[in-house]
C-alpha cells in the first residue's frame, strides 16, 4: 500500500485497480515468497521432463490491487512458460480468476443448450476464487481475465512470470 501511494504505477491489464511497475527481484521483503516460488517452479520443471541442462527462473514480479470494481481484462503473458500469482490477501467475492478453454471446438461440441450445471469437463473458463496466502501457476500462454472485486476491501496479489534458461 506505500508503494501504491507512492508510484502511480502502470495499466496493462488492469481496470479500476493499481497495477505497480515490475518489483526488484532482489528485495528482501520478496526473498520467502520468491524462493518458496521457485521451488514450486523448479518441481513443475521436472514433472514436466525439461532438459536436466535448462532451469526455470523468475523474469519479473508486480504488484496488483483490486479495489471495488477493479478487474483485469483477458489476457496472456507472451515470452514467459509459466505465470503465477501469489494472493497476498483474496476472499469470496473479491474478483475469481477466470482461464479462457484454449480449445475453440469445446464451444461447439458443448453448447451451454446442453449443460445443466458446468463443472471442469463442460465448462468453457474455469473459474478459481483468490485465496489469501495460496499460489496459483499456469502455462503463460493461456488466456485469462479477473472478474470484478464486489467487495469494498482489497484483493492483492502478486503476479510473476517465469522463462526457461539453458545451464553453462
Known sequence: QDLRKKNPGRVVSNHGGWQSNNLDLK??????????????????????????????????????????????????????????????????????????????????TIPDALVNKHNAFTAHDLFIPPMTGELLIFPSWLMHYVKPNETDEDRISIALNSGIIQMP
Open 27 to 108: 528485495a528482501p521483503e520478496l526473498r520467502e515468497m520468491l524462493e518458496a516460488v521457485d521451488q514450486k517452479l523448479n518441481e513443475l520443471h521436472a514433472y514436466f521432463q525439461f532438459s536436466p541442462k535448462t532451469r526455470v527462473v523468475i523474469s519479473e514480479a508486480w504488484i496488483n490491487i483490486n479495489n471495488r470494481g477493479g478487474f483485469n481484462r483477458s489476457h496472456h503473458h507472451p515470452g514467459s512458460l509459466f505465470s503465477c500469482v501469489y494472493y497476498v490477501k483474496g476472499g469470496a467475492s473479491k474478483g475469481e480468476i477466470a482461464f479462457n478453454n484454449p480449445i475453440e471446438a469445446h464451444a461447439y
